[in-house]
């Protein structure tokens, strides 16, 4: 059993403060926890079964890939598309204290079980800390101040306080917080558009754009060189969307699929929420364009 330890409180981070250096995965200082963690389930995404709990077969006893540089060509396309936002690490070395799950097989159920639970918590802090960062959220920076602390104390729990944290509840309470922040952050992007074209609702190609399109089924939809500045898009369907030249600056993508979109030469420099783990499902090339906090993906084409 894990000693009891006194969860750390964190100073609160500066307004401006954007330093998402720890909520980025660290495979080095994780002792491969998504490799045995996780489900797989034969698909597009991956050409085996796993269990949760089930070692995959290209795991090393270095904890590292087999077949790092040669995921997609051989099926695991997930793997590529997956992140942690730092969580595989954090549970390795802060929660687990660098215990490692093979030395101590009695702590591996409790460090798999931790790990689903820290991800969304730094999914969170993603947020969060994205939203501190936007000089336009300046009215509610104490409370994203009060929301990060808070978050921040709940991941440096002990193994079983992690394990048990109720997560769901809040992240309700965050999310009313991150609405705010978008509808902050957006306000400013949709009162530009209607100052440069008199609409603010037009796309480049001639074609009207809504704004407002939280939740909806674009599978496949053809927007290309659409205005989407400032538009709402809370967990929108865009598979396979096609999204070239698109202007997504200010844009909530929280949530967003983004499976196989389209984002050759699209802007989302400004984008609001974008992870990742977004950026990696969806298409792109060098003309893509990204903000400094996340990486062009490998597999992505040149222009």
Not at 11 to 26: G, I, M
Not at 179 to 195: C, I, W, Y
């Amino acid at each position: 059993m894990t000693p009891e330890r006194e969860p750390v409180d964190l100073p609160l981070l500066d307004v401006q403060a954007d330093d998402r250096t720890a909520l980025r995965a660290d495979c080095a200082n994780c002792f491969g926890l998504c490799c045995v963690a996780l489900t797989f389930s034969r698909s597009a995404d991956f050409p085996v079964n796993k269990d949760a709990g089930t070692l995959c077969t290209n795991l090393r006893a270095d904890f590292r890939c087999g077949i790092h540089r040669d995921l997609r060509d051989q099926g695991y396309r997930g793997c590529t598309v997956y992140d942690c936002f730092g969580a595989g690490q954090h549970v390795s070395q802060v929660t687990f204290e660098g215990r490692d799950w093979r030395q101590d097989p009695a702590t591996a159920r409790q460090m798999f079980a931790a790990l689903p639970i820290m991800r969304q918590l730094h999914e969170l802090l993603w947020y969060v800390t994205d939203a501190l960062a936007r000089p336009q959220t300046r009215p509610i920076a104490a409370d994203l101040k009060r929301a990060r602390a808070a978050t921040e104390r709940l991941t440096r729990g002990t193994p079983e306080a992690v394990v048990e944290t109720d997560v769901a509840t809040h992240r309700n309470e965050v999310n009313q917080l991150l609405l705010r922040a978008s509808e902050l952050v957006r306000a400013e992007h949709l009162s530009q558009g209607r100052t440069s074209n008199g609409t603010g609702n037009r796309t480049r190609n001639g074609k009207g754009a809504k704004k407002n399109r939280r939740g909806a089924d674009l599978i496949g939809a053809r927007l290309t060189g659409a205005d989407l500045k400032g538009a709402d898009l809370r967990g929108a369907y865009l598979i396979g969307a096609d999204l070239r030249d698109a202007d997504l600056r200010g844009a909530d993508l929280i949530g967003v699929d983004f499976r196989d979109a389209d984002l050759r030469g699209a802007d989302l420099t400004d984008a609001l929420f974008l992870t990742q783990s977004q950026v990696n499902a969806a298409k792109g090339d060098d003309l893509t364009k990204l903000s400094s906090t996340l990486d062009r993906p490998a597999h992505w084409s040149a222009a």
